[in-house]
């Protein structure tokens, strides 16, 4: 079958790919351009690791066919720091000691960032119920859900 051409904006860059018909986003983001940050997990659309914001909304990347994004804008975990600076939820993430094995991370910063673009004070029930889509084996969510409201007061103290 002959190849779709694709294009879209990935982090703030614009993307034109040739794409296989029925591609999942995944695997054009990871092998056919190069951005591992989304990562592979159980393909099925349980485990929220591959999480990536289309339009500023969260979607699953593994569920996601490449040819639905054309022209739209997807954000991955690659575009979240401002050169050296982390976003703040990174580095609450870092100072929280809320990445361990780092499975769930790329998917948690971005269900999360998509919670805080929508809801910049969100209440731990509001943080619980964003995440409760990517699974975490290592901290028990705990530490997650801190550096998620942490990074909300951070965010909020700067916007002052």
């Known amino acids: 079958m ?3 051409p694709l294009t879209f904006t990935l982090n703030d860059g614009e993307v034109a790919v040739f794409v296989d018909p029925g591609a999942a986003l995944i695997d054009v983001l990871r092998r056919g351009i190069g951005d591992l940050t989304p990562k592979q997990g159980c393909a099925q659309g349980t485990c929220g690791a591959c ?9 699953l990347s593994c569920l996601t066919l490449a040819e639905t994004v ?9 575009g979240l720091a401002g050169g050296p600076n982390l976003h703040p939820l990174q580095k609450a993430f870092m100072e929280g000691f809320s990445a361990q094995c780092g499975f769930c991370t790329s998917g948690m910063l971005m269900a999360s960032k ?3 673009e929508r809801v910049p004070n969100p209440s731990r029930d509001e943080v619980i119920e964003a995440i409760s889509g990517n699974l975490c084996r ?3 969510y705990e530490p997650i859900v801190d550096a998620i409201l942490s990074a909300a007061a951070q965010m909020q103290g700067a916007a002052r």
């Open 2 to 4: 002959p190849k779709t």
């Open 51 to 59: 999480t990536v914001l289309i339009d500023g909304k969260p979607h």
């Open 70 to 78: 054309e022209g739209r804008r997807i954000d991955t975990t690659a």
């Open 114 to 116: 998509a919670l805080l």
């Open 138 to 140: 290592c901290t028990g």
